[in-house]
């Protein structure tokens, strides 16, 4: 099992930025894909940014010039750098990593964090 423990929420003003961070903790084989997800009220679930174990990142259009994802294989944590925050970015933001047993793969999803972006 893996457990994910995010940090790094808050409320800030539009214009600001704020750097998530998931750590990935237990018995870990090989962790994979690590992402971001966001969930605004009344709007499903959505992929921010993902990063593969080998670096490559993918991006949501709507936050490509603002966020980085970034990541630490040997740390088997996650980032995700947002700047020039607007209101519209206001969600619980959701950590998710795949992993790896031999031929199964595994999905696991943190308990999310609060992202407030004041007007």
């Known amino acids: 099992q893996v457990q994910l423990v995010e940090s790094g929420g808050g409320l800030v003003q539009a214009g600001g930025s704020l750097r998530l961070s998931c750590a990935a903790s237990?018995?870990?084989?090989?962790?994979?894909?690590m992402g971001w997800y966001r969930q605004a009220p009344g709007k499903q679930r959505e992929l921010v940014a993902g990063?593969?174990?080998?670096?490559?990142?993918n991006y949501a259009d709507s936050v490509k010039d603002r966020c980085t994802i970034s990541r630490d294989n040997a740390k088997n944590t996650v980032w995700l750098q947002m700047n020039s925050l607007k209101p519209e970015d206001t969600a619980v933001y959701y950590c998710?990593?795949?992993?790896?047993?031999?031929?199964?793969?595994?999905?696991?999803w943190g308990q999310g964090t609060q992202v407030t972006v004041s007007s």
């Open positions: 998710k990593v795949y992993e790896m047993r031999g031929p199964y793969q595994y999905d696991y």
């Open positions: 990063i593969t174990s080998g670096g490559s990142t």
């Open positions: 237990g018995s870990i084989f090989s962790i994979t894909f």
